[in-house]
């Protein structure tokens, strides 16, 4: 029975990752670039969520409101400023290595502004969960809630790219940026609404995370957010179910490893399995294959 | 004994072929020319023939040697260089080091000399600075020896990209649309240099070209392409008085 | 003759007379023990930079796990330090040590080389990164230790035994501790010195020009005969090796590495990162001077230090967006025209 727990709470967290996952599938397929800074957009949704619950008293679901306008906010901001001006580059380092400034930049913002001891987040998930078999199996709320928000998220992305317009254009950019601009796609348009989308789905991510793990620190959004490109990775970049399936799979993974292997290599054998999917199968479970052009 | 043989070259890319059937023989000494209408699948063949994409089917001969499917570094030594379509120079190097860089399997002192500046690493350097200059008095490129490849102007820098193939010591170079982007007069510059290449270093040469005053100028033979196929193929004014060829280029 | 000598040797003979300067001034008791103190990591910083930007700037892969080898660096020569300490005497066993530390990481680099290097940009990046970590976390988890039955390696506290005279190298999260104090000033000097005349010599001969083809156009590089995978290893490998001596540096300097974590993890390598964009993309000089001042001016300024982190972020994206923003470098472009004639104009008319 304790093994069927540890599976859930393994899905629970592998529902986070794969929501932080869509985030980046999503911006490196239509933008083609690694975003550095996303796992921190997790952080600072959980900072903005604590300081208008905890600090300010709001009510839970206007807290996560806020600070799901505030992180969309700040990836479209982080985009027009920081990335948008570097698109074209000759050099594809330069954005990679704007993108670590500027996760370090989200970080040590808010070390000045939250400083460095951990804050207590208050879950804003208040139900206890449900127990079955006598006692035998008890799932946390926190759980099933972040597995049926995983679920949700899912399918209204599917949904999103599948019927709306925006979505189409998603697709016509991720497959040729010339291509979509000719077609009358405002390029630039549609991967600032990418941004907004997987920073707001960060946020979410963030008041999940936090729920299940109840302390912030500025670096809370650096080892999700790896973990969440490594799922990313894992099922096919670019792949919405395929980031879906890699986040799930790699929270199992690491909640069974920390049970049964070793709590401090947890993380080591996730970043192993990282290396070996790239050498087996660099393009994931789900990606497509692409030829370099001569 | 024919410089290149291809036999039967086939690749195809998402089912589609991109260059089918593809044979084709070039003797020695011979300037040859690729020609056909855009996406007809000349470039792909200079690929097939550098190992940078590997064919489905067929066999590629150099002087006798089997070369097919070897990576592009082997390829290069066993002695075909080229140019590319979309110059592809390293702009980050000078002019002098572009062309040092295809002197380097022809000088192989070892690491451990050219950190240490051992005699090996100060004869043959010397040696390479020398050649280098000899190949860049042939382009008229002595004069910016030092500047960065990529503040070149345009067809200075195409001359540089065939001046580091010839460096390799090639035995086949092959052009891929040399001349484009040149000026009439800058094309006839051209036509002289590549003629007196060949002389000079021997060589046989396979061209893709869309100019045909340069086409029609210098090539002795001509293959056309035309949607991954072989349209025509043989002596150059027999190819372009042929029918279907003109019908290609021209349109219905 | 002057000019070549001076153009060629000049940035050593500053560094050689930085050192006398700083000598000097210690000598007569003119340095704080504090700034005394940040002089050898100083020089670490500066050689684990130039190895950083000999991956980034001469071979174009950008490696965040730089700290990894470092780290690896460390461990392998305080260990063989501490297993020498008896039999070897301080000068010879510290030259070993770095001998050890360099090979450790060398070998590492090589290993880690195979397999990233097949990969391209930010997936190499993101690898680098796993690698460094998984360096990291496993040497906190490791307790290792040799006694009269050989040697044993545990990753588990409560089956690590030990007899009463056995010696512990590694003890967990707790790290290496007791290894001699060997790293000074004078000794970083001589290393950073070693580095960057290895560093130059390799760039000005055939292995150098052939790594920086592979970075300018691989497809060129190979069509031109150049072995990628080769130069790739090599250079790869070179960087790893000189990480590593700075690592050697750096356990011989701290004696006691517990919670590796604040020296080795990402954050780390992103600090070299620092260093090499601000000293220049390629410019092994300039990640040398970057690494000193950025290393000694927050330090120096107390008040600053809280704000370096920030300040380093800002100053990281800044250098990306002026250098590299097609926006930005066509309006750099217009403003040099617009001076230039300004000037040749201003000039005529005088």
């Not at chain 2, 002098?96 to 022809?106: A, P």
Request: aromatic share 8%; proline share 3%; charged share 15%.
């Amino acid at each position: 029975m304790s093994f069927l727990n540890y599976l859930i709470n393994g899905l629970s967290l592998g529902s986070v990752y794969a929501i932080i996952a869509l985030g980046y599938t999503m911006v490196y397929g239509i933008a083609k670039m690694l975003n550095f800074a996303h796992g921190d957009i997790i952080m600072v949704g959980s900072y903005l969520v604590y300081s208008s619950m905890t600090m300010a008293g709001l009510h839970p679901v206007l807290s996560i409101l806020i600070a799901v306008i505030g992180c969309m906010v700040l990836g479209v901001v982080t985009e027009r400023v920081a990335y948008r001006p570097l698109r074209g580059a000759s050099s594809s380092l330069a954005v990679l290595i704007t993108a670590i400034g500027v996760s370090y930049l989200l970080q040590n913002l808010s070390l000045l502004i939250f400083g460095a001891d951990p804050k207590a987040f208050t879950s804003v998930i208040t139900w206890k969960g449900i127990t079955l078999f006598d006692g035998a199996l008890q799932i946390r709320g926190t759980a099933i809630v972040t597995i049926l928000v995983g679920l949700v998220v899912l399918f209204g992305l599917q949904a999103f790219i599948r019927h709306t317009k925006s979505g189409q254009a998603m697709l016509a950019v991720a497959q040729d940026k010339g291509a979509a601009t000719l077609c009358g796609i405002d390029v630039n348009r549609t991967i600032a609404i990418t941004f907004a989308i997987g920073s707001s789905l960060a946020a979410v991510a963030g008041v999940l995370f936090c729920s299940t793990y109840p302390t912030i620190t500025p670096y809370i959004g650096a080892m999700p957010g790896i973990k969440a490109f490594v799922a990313a990775v894992f099922g096919g970049i670019g792949s919405i179910p395929g980031a879906m399936i890699g986040g799930l799979t790699l929270g199992v993974i690491e909640i069974l490893s920390r049970t049964y292997i070793s709590s401090q290599l947890s993380d080591a054998i996730v970043f192993a399995i990282l290396i070996v999917v790239l050498l087996v199968r660099p393009t994931g479970l789900l990606g497509k294959r692409v030829m370099e052009k001569v | 004994m024919a410089m290149l043989s291809v036999d039967h070259l086939s690749i195809s890319f998402g089912g589609l072929a991109a260059v089918y059937n593809f044979s084709m023989e070039i003797e020695k000494g011979a300037l040859y020319g690729l020609i056909g209408p855009n996406g007809a699948g000349k470039t792909t063949v200079f690929n097939l023939l550098t190992g940078v994409y590997q064919p489905k089917e067929g066999i590629i001969r150099l002087d006798g040697q089997d070369i097919t499917g070897l990576p592009p570094a082997r390829i290069s030594h066993a002695g075909i260089a080229r140019t590319f379509q979309n110059i592809r120079l390293f702009q980050g190097l000078s002019v002098i080091d572009n062309v040092k860089v295809g002197l380097h399997e022809s000088f192989p002192y070892g690491t451990l000399a050219g950190v240490l500046r051992l005699p090996s690493y100060r004869k043959q350097e010397k040696a390479i600075d020398d050649r280098a200059t000899e190949l860049l008095k042939i382009f008229d490129l002595d004069g910016q020896r030092d500047l960065l490849a990529a503040n070149l102007p345009y067809g200075a820098q195409r001359k540089l990209e065939i001046a580091r193939a010839i460096a390799t010591k090639p035995k086949l170079l092959l052009l891929d649309e040399p001349a484009a982007g040149m000026n009439p007069g800058e094309t006839t510059e051209l036509m002289n240099t590549i003629r007196l290449i060949r002389e000079e270093f021997d060589l046989t040469i396979l061209l893709i070209e869309h100019d045909m005053q340069l086409v029609s100028g210098i090539c002795e033979e001509l293959t056309v392409l035309n949607f991954g196929r072989m349209l025509a193929q043989g002596r150059t004014k027999d190819v372009l008085k042929d029918p279907e060829v003109i019908r290609a280029y021209l349109g219905e | 003759m002057l000019k070549t000598i001076g153009k060629k040797y000049g940035f050593y003979i500053v560094i050689v007379l930085f050192w006398l300067l700083m000598t000097l001034l210690g000598n007569a008791g003119m340095l704080t023990s504090h700034f005394s103190s940040l002089l050898v990591p100083m020089t670490y910083y500066a050689i684990a930079a130039v190895a950083l930007n000999l991956c980034v700037g001469i071979l174009g892969e950008l490696s965040i796990g730089h700290a990894g080898f470092m780290c690896i660096g460390a461990f392998s020569g305080a260990i063989f330090s501490l297993l020498t300490k008896e039999v070897l005497p301080g000068g010879l066993r510290f030259f070993l040590a770095f001998v050890v530390g360099i090979a450790f990481a060398a070998l590492f680099g090589f290993l880690i080389g195979i397999p990233v290097l097949r990969l391209k940009g930010d997936y190499l990046a993101i690898v680098t990164l796993a690698f460094g970590e998984i360096i990291k976390n496993v040497l906190q988890a490791v307790y290792l230790g040799v006694d009269a039955q050989g040697v044993h390696l545990s990753l588990d506290m409560t089956t690590f035994r030990m007899e009463p005279d056995g010696l512990t190298l590694i003890k967990g999260a707790q790290g290496v501790s007791g290894t001699p104090r060997n790293s000074s000033f004078t000794v970083g000097i001589i290393v950073l010195l070693l580095t960057l005349f290895l560093v130059h010599h390799l760039m000005d001969s055939r292995d150098g020009r052939a790594i920086m083809a592979i970075r300018d156009n691989r497809i060129a590089a190979e069509a031109t005969g150049i072995h990628v995978t080769r130069y790739k290893m090599l250079a790869f490998t070179i960087s790893a090796a000189i990480a590593g001596a700075a690592g050697v540096l750096f356990s011989h300097n701290v004696t006691t590495m517990t919670n590796i974590s604040n020296y080795f993890n990402y954050n780390a390598s992103i600090m070299l990162l620092v260093y090499v964009v601000l000293g220049g993309i390629g410019n092994i000089n300039g990640s040398v001077i970057a690494a000193m001042i950025l290393y000694l001016l927050p330090e120096l300024m107390r008040g600053l230090n809280r704000y370096r982190m920030l300040i380093y972020a800002i100053v990281l994206i800044l250098m990306m967006l002026v250098n590299w923003a097609p926006g930005v470098q066509e309006r750099r472009r217009r403003l040099k025209a617009f001076l230039k004639t300004r000037l040749t104009r201003a000039g005529k008319e005088a």
